[in-house]
């Protein structure tokens, strides 16, 4: 059975999280103080026992210059003795269909490990974000510049990212948990990460897109195997005109998709991709990793 997690369950879901992932306590009581919330917590329950869990966790991200909300997915884990049963498929189909209901058109997450990128793309996940060599600005340093005033470092570091686009944003709660989590490890440089993406409203996105970026009209045929109602043929009218049946038809499925949005190294895809769809440097980073 598939639920959301409870009182009664929060516990076994931070027990989970220290066997499976290992991460030391100092940073669980941040991450489960600052982030973890009940509702956003998916579980697979075996009876009583929680035997799978994803954690949806919202954040919003500037896409073609308009912030949407998005679900960052995080501490997707089963237990050693329940993998292999199909359990975390069934939460990952579920979390789809909260995001759509939720009206979340993006979904987003960072692999743990490089072997992940295959297992996510059987979910229609595409590698859309690439780890970076350039450190992003010191957390140490903007602390140090406004003691005692952590709102005023945030508005510094707010100013920062709030305009760049293809980025997630931070709340203050957001920024209140990097810092304390850097804090633990003396401020460790930040870079930023590999990460994935996954459309779940293809329709939105490429409306949004339109009216931002969009040269000329033409019709997308997109294949979803997951999500139904992204598997049609969206024609992407600029300037408000009608895609007409002459204009170019392209085909992609939904993990490239993604990165065609997100102008993830579109530059070295083919004509006309090449030309619809600009590149751009997608980041994701400070996500409480």
Known sequence: MIRFADAATRQQVREMWKTVFDDDDDYMKIYFRRKY?????????????????????PYRFTFCGTEIPVVYLSG????????????????????????????????????????????????????AFDAGEAEQPSLRG???????????????????????????????????????????????????LTGMARVINAGRLLSIFAGRYGQQSFSISVHDGLIKGNSVIFRVAVGGGDASAAAPTLAA?????????????TSE?????????????????????
């Open 142 to 192: 903007l602390t140090a510049k406004y003691p005692g005033d952590l709102h005023a470092a945030f508005r510094e570091f707010d100013g920062l990212f709030r305009r760049k686009d293809m980025t997630v944003q931070k709340s203050f709660d957001d920024f209140r948990a990097i810092v304390e989590e850097a804090a633990l490890y003396d401020f460790p440089p930040v870079r930023s």
């Open 253 to 265: 499925d939904v993990g490239v998709l993604a990165q065609l949005l997100l102008g993830y190294h």
């Open 37 to 57: 919330r009940d509702e956003n917590t998916l579980l697979y329950m075996d009876g009583e026992r929680v035997a799978a869990s994803l954690q949806m966790l």
């Open 269 to 289: 895809r083919p004509e006309p991709f090449n030309v619809l769809f600009p590149e751009k440097r997608p980041q994701l980073h400070f996500m409480l990793e």
């Open 76 to 127: 997707v884990s089963t237990l050693p003795e329940y993998r292999k049963r199909g359990y975390m498929r069934q939460l990952m189909m579920r979390s789809f269909e909260v995001a759509v209901r939720r009206d979340v058109p993006l979904m987003l997450l960072v692999p743990q490990e490089e072997g992940l990128l295959g297992f996510y793309e059987r979910y229609g996940f595409a590698q």
